[in-house]
Every structure is written in structure tokens, then in C-alpha cells.
């Protein structure tokens, strides 16, 4: 069955970096679109960011644009997400999701940034 | 990058039937037959429930049904049942990115 499984959150100071991962399994990881959605305490969900099957293709919210970077290792079947230059309102559970549709979604990994 | 706008709840009784809006532009919901819908109950992870407008994937009921006209997307339920009570995103490509509604609180009376 599928499997996505987030891991990397934790608590980081303003200006600091983190690396989420995103192991995925039960399905052939090379053929989907993947993407990180958050969802800060308490609120909705926002769309981070997308990466093509072949990594061709990338896209970023506005809010993370330019601190955050998304890849994928399709060899290892894993998604990842470098966050740089992080700032209080990067406080959010972080979800990777499969395809266009985000039709599978990891239980996600809270990061929190605070001083 | 604006969010799709949703009622910020609803709420029905068992049986009843609820539909929740979302209301985007022509440069998202309406431009494009790509909006899907996420159930999440707390603590949980979203699921999705309707994408390509009105396609439900395996496994979800056929209570859960999806629509569009112009630039407004609605998902409606039928037949409410008490495990119904969640959290409902709305979700729309809009040409190089991907937008969420606010979030609607369904509450089953």
C-alpha cells in the first residue's frame, strides 16, 4: 500500500535551516509529481511547493520563495525539502503528498521555529 | 498567491444533505478543471475526497459528490453521517501553482 512517511522536523531558531525527507513507498515513486503542503497550529493548509517526476520542474509558494528548496532522489525513493533563512511563521506541520492531485499524504513532521 | 474563499462553517443534521462553497477567479477555479476536495478530521492527515472537479477516487462514498459553475466549486454531501464531522479543504491548479480554500467546519447536529 502506499506509504509516505515525513521526518526531519524539530525546533529551530529564527534564521536557522532544517531538512525534511519524505520516504515513500508501495508505488512506483518515479512516475508521481510530489509536493509539501503545511498547516500552521490551528490553521488551513498552504501549498509549499512541487517538484516533476523527473525533477525537470519546480515551484514555490511566494511566501518560501528563494529560502526553500525542493529535490528528490528517485533512486532512493525520497522527497526532500531544505528550508533556509526560517522565520517564525514557518512554524507548521509539514505534509509531502503524492501527484498533481495529492492524492496520498505522509501523517507529516512538525517543525517549529522559535527563539 | 490569495486563498479560495469557503464558508468558515457549516452544519447539518444526520440524513440532511450540505453543500460547501468555494469561490476562486477565472485564474484558478475557473480557469481550470483541476479542483479537488480534502476531508481532515483532528489530528489527522487530509484525504482526498473529489478531484478533477467530480471524479471520487476508490473507496470514498458516493455521499461525496463535487461541481463547478464560473469560478465556484462546491462539494456536497448527502445522506450526512456523524463520522462526516470534519474539517473540508478545497483545492484549485491556478496555472503554476496550487491554491487551498480556508477551511470549512462541517458540524453533524
Given at each position: 500500500?502506499?506509504?509516505?512517511?515525513?521526518?526531519?522536523?524539530?525546533?529551530?531558531?529564527?534564521?536557522?535551516?532544517?531538512?525534511?525527507?519524505?520516504?515513500?513507498?508501495?508505488?512506483?515513486?518515479?512516475?508521481y509529481?510530489?509536493s509539501?503542503?503545511?498547516?500552521?497550529?490551528?490553521?488551513?493548509?498552504?501549498?509549499?511547493s512541487?517538484?516533476?517526476?523527473?525533477?525537470?520542474?519546480t515551484?514555490?509558494?511566494?511566501?518560501?520563495?528563494?529560502?526553500?528548496?525542493i529535490?528528490?532522489?528517485?533512486?532512493?525513493?525520497?522527497l526532500?525539502?531544505?528550508?533556509?533563512?526560517?522565520?517564525?511563521e514557518?512554524?507548521?506541520?509539514?505534509?509531502?503528498?503524492r501527484g498533481?492531485?495529492l492524492g496520498?499524504?505522509?501523517q507529516?513532521?512538525?517543525?517549529?521555529?522559535?527563539? | 498567491?490569495?486563498?479560495?474563499?469557503?464558508?468558515?462553517?457549516?452544519?447539518?443534521?444526520?440524513?440532511?444533505?450540505?453543500t460547501?462553497?468555494?469561490?476562486?477567479?477565472?485564474?484558478?477555479?475557473?480557469?481550470?478543471?483541476?479542483?479537488?476536495?480534502?476531508q481532515?478530521?483532528?489530528g489527522?492527515?487530509?484525504?482526498?475526497?473529489?478531484?478533477d472537479?467530480?471524479?471520487?477516487?476508490?473507496?470514498?462514498?458516493?455521499?461525496f459528490?463535487?461541481?463547478k459553475?464560473?469560478?465556484t466549486?462546491?462539494?456536497?454531501?448527502?445522506?450526512?453521517?456523524?463520522?462526516?464531522?470534519?474539517?473540508y479543504y478545497?483545492?484549485?491548479?491556478?496555472?503554476?501553482y496550487?491554491?487551498?480554500?480556508?477551511?470549512?467546519?462541517?458540524?453533524?447536529?
Amino acid at each position: 500500500q502506499v506509504q509516505l512517511v515525513e521526518s526531519g522536523g524539530g525546533l529551530v531558531k529564527p534564521g536557522g535551516s532544517l531538512r525534511l525527507s519524505c520516504a515513500a513507498s508501495g508505488f512506483t515513486f518515479s512516475d508521481y509529481y510530489m509536493s509539501w503542503i503545511r498547516q500552521a497550529p490551528g490553521k488551513g493548509l498552504e501549498w509549499v511547493s512541487y517538484i516533476s517526476s523527473s525533477s525537470s520542474y519546480t515551484n514555490y509558494a511566494d511566501s518560501v520563495k528563494g529560502r526553500f528548496t525542493i529535490s528528490r532522489d528517485n533512486a532512493k525513493n525520497s522527497l526532500y525539502l531544505q528550508m533556509n533563512s526560517l522565520r517564525a511563521e514557518d512554524t507548521a506541520v509539514y505534509y509531502c503528498a503524492r501527484g498533481w492531485e495529492l492524492g496520498y499524504w505522509g501523517q507529516g513532521t512538525l517543525v517549529t521555529v522559535s527563539s | 498567491q490569495s486563498a479560495l474563499t469557503q464558508p468558515r462553517s457549516v452544519s447539518g443534521s444526520p440524513g440532511q444533505s450540505v453543500t460547501i462553497s468555494c469561490t476562486g477567479t477565472s485564474s484558478d477555479v475557473g480557469g481550470y478543471n483541476y479542483v479537488s476536495w480534502y476531508q481532515q478530521h483532528p489530528g489527522k492527515a487530509p484525504k482526498l475526497m473529489i478531484y478533477d472537479v467530480s471524479k471520487r477516487p476508490s473507496g470514498v462514498p458516493d455521499r461525496f459528490s463535487g461541481s463547478k459553475s464560473g469560478n465556484t466549486a462546491s462539494l456536497t454531501i448527502s445522506g450526512l453521517q456523524a463520522e462526516d464531522e470534519a474539517d473540508y479543504y478545497c483545492c484549485s491548479y491556478a496555472g503554476s501553482y496550487t491554491l487551498f480554500g480556508g477551511g470549512t467546519k462541517l458540524t453533524v447536529l
